[in-house]
C-alpha cells in the first residue's frame, strides 16, 4: 500500500493543535492561582496525554468499527462508547501517574500510590472524554462524507449506464433506415443483371455492417471515421441514383480528429438524399461542409430541392433521423448544441450543427479519406 503522507501529516497537525490547546487552557488556568509551575512542565504533561491518546486511538477506532453510531442500535452504541470514554479517562490519568512515579516527576509525598491517585484527580481529566468523543466523531463524520461521496459516485455511474443505453436504443433506431436503402440498392443490381456491381456493393455493405457491429456500443468516434461511414453509405446510394446524386465535402483538415457522435452525418444525409435528390428528375447534390472555430464544430448538409413543393415536410422532427440526431445531440452535450433546418423549395434545404470541439487521439483518425 502506498504511503500517504498527507494523511498522517493531518493527523499530526490535529494532535499538535490538541496539544497547544491543552497546554495553553492549562497554563491559564494556574498562573493566576499562582501555582508554582512553568510553561514547559505544562506542556510536558499535556504532551504526556496527547501523546497516550496517539497510542490509543487504533484501539478507540476499533471500537467504533464494531459498534457504529447508525442503525436502530445507537443507544446500545451510545452507552458502550460513554463507558470506554470513562475508562479511556482513567487510563489515561492512570498512566500518566504511572509515568511520573517511574521518571522521578511525581509529586506523591508520604502517601500510598492508590491514595496519591484518589487525592490527585481532579476535574481537568474529564478533557479525555471530550477527547474520545472528539475522535469518534470525526471518524463518524469521515463515514457519513465517505457514504455520500460513493453514493454520488453510484448514481453517476448509473446516470452514465443508463445514458448509455438510451444512446444505443436510438442508434438502433437509425440502422433499419440504412439497411433497407442499401438492400434495395443490392436488389435493384440483381434486378438489372449488373452482378459485378451488386458484389461489389455487397462489399460495401459488408464493411459498414462489420463497422457497425464493431462500434455498437461506441458514442463518441472521430470525425474522420464518421466521414468514412458517410462516404461508403453515399457509394451505395449512387448505385440507386447514378448521375443523378453528385456529392460535395469541404471539410477542415483540423477538423478530422474532433470527437462526435458516431452515426452523425449519416442520417443527415440519408435525409437530404431522400428529401430532396430522389424527388428531382435532375441531378442534384448534397454538400457536406464542416469547420472548427472559436472551440466549436459547425456542420452543414445541404441537399438541391425536390420537385414537388409539397414533398418537402418542414417538421424536422417527422424525419426518424433529424429527431434522433436531436435527442443524441442533447443527451451527449446537455444543451451546449444548436441544430437549425431550413427548407426552401427553390433554394434547398440545409441542416446546421453546431456543438463543442472535443478531440480525441491522432492515431484514432488514421483513415484514408478520399475527399474530393
Not at 46 to 54: D, K, S, T
Not at 146 to 164: C, I, K, T
Not at 352 to 366: E, G, L, M, Q, Y
Amino acid at each position: 500500500m502506498k504511503f500517504n503522507w498527507k494523511y498522517w501529516l493531518l493527523i499530526g497537525l490535529v494532535w499538535t493543535a490538541v496539544w497547544l490547546v491543552l497546554t495553553t487552557q492549562l497554563y491559564l488556568t494556574v498562573v493566576p492561582r499562582g501555582l508554582p509551575i512553568s510553561l514547559a512542565e505544562v506542556a510536558e504533561t499535556q504532551f504526556l496525554r496527547v501523546a497516550i491518546w496517539v497510542f490509543c486511538m487504533p484501539l478507540v477506532l476499533r471500537t467504533y468499527r464494531a459498534l457504529p453510531l447508525q442503525g436502530r442500535h445507537d443507544w446500545l452504541a451510545l452507552t458502550v462508547h460513554f463507558a470506554m470514554s470513562l475508562v479511556a479517562m482513567l487510563f489515561n490519568y492512570v498512566l500518566r501517574l504511572t509515568i511520573d512515579e517511574i521518571t522521578g516527576n511525581s509529586t506523591r509525598q508520604n502517601v500510598d500510590f492508590t491514595t496519591y491517585l484518589v487525592l490527585s484527580f481532579n476535574g481537568r481529566n474529564f478533557v479525555d472524554i471530550l477527547i474520545y468523543w472528539l475522535i469518534i466523531g470525526a471518524r463518524h463524520v469521515h463515514e457519513l462524507y465517505a457514504r455520500q461521496r460513493n453514493a454520488e459516485v453510484a448514481r453517476a455511474e448509473l446516470s452514465a449506464q443508463l445514458l448509455d443505453a438510451q444512446m444505443h436504443a436510438l442508434k438502433q433506431q437509425l440502422q433499419p433506415h440504412f439497411l433497407f436503402n442499401a438492400l434495395n440498392a443490392v436488389a435493384m443490381l440483381v434486378r438489372e443483371k449488373q452482378e459485378e456491381r451488386a458484389v461489389e456493393t455487397l462489399a460495401q455493405l459488408s464493411a459498414l455492417l462489420r463497422r457497425l457491429i464493431d462500434n455498437t456500443r461506441e458514442q463518441q468516434v472521430p470525425l474522420a471515421r464518421e466521414l468514412d461511414f458517410t462516404q461508403r453509405y453515399l457509394e451505395i446510394e449512387k448505385v440507386r441514383f447514378g448521375d443523378r446524386l453528385q456529392v460535395r465535402y469541404d471539410v477542415g483538415e483540423e477538423c478530422l480528429s474532433v470527437a462526435v457522435p458516431s452515426l452523425l452525418l449519416q442520417p443527415l444525409v440519408e435525409n437530404a438524399v431522400k428529401h430532396g435528390i430522389s424527388r428531382r428528375t435532375a441531378a442534384g447534390k448534397v454538400e457536406v461542409t464542416i469547420r472548427s472555430a472559436a472551440g466549436r464544430l459547425h456542420i452543414t448538409v445541404f441537399n438541391d430541392p425536390a420537385d414537388e413543393p409539397a414533398a418537402i415536410n418542414t417538421n424536422a422532427g417527422a424525419h426518424i433521423g433529424l429527431s434522433t440526431t436531436r435527442d443524441r445531440l442533447r443527451k451527449t452535450y446537455g444543451e451546449d448544441f444548436s441544430i437549425e433546418c431550413q427548407f426552401d423549395h427553390t433554394a434547398g434545404s440545409r441542416v446546421k450543427i453546431s456543438v463543442p470541439t472535443r478531440t480525441v487521439p491522432r492515431s484514432a483518425t488514421s483513415l484514408s479519406l478520399q475527399i474530393p
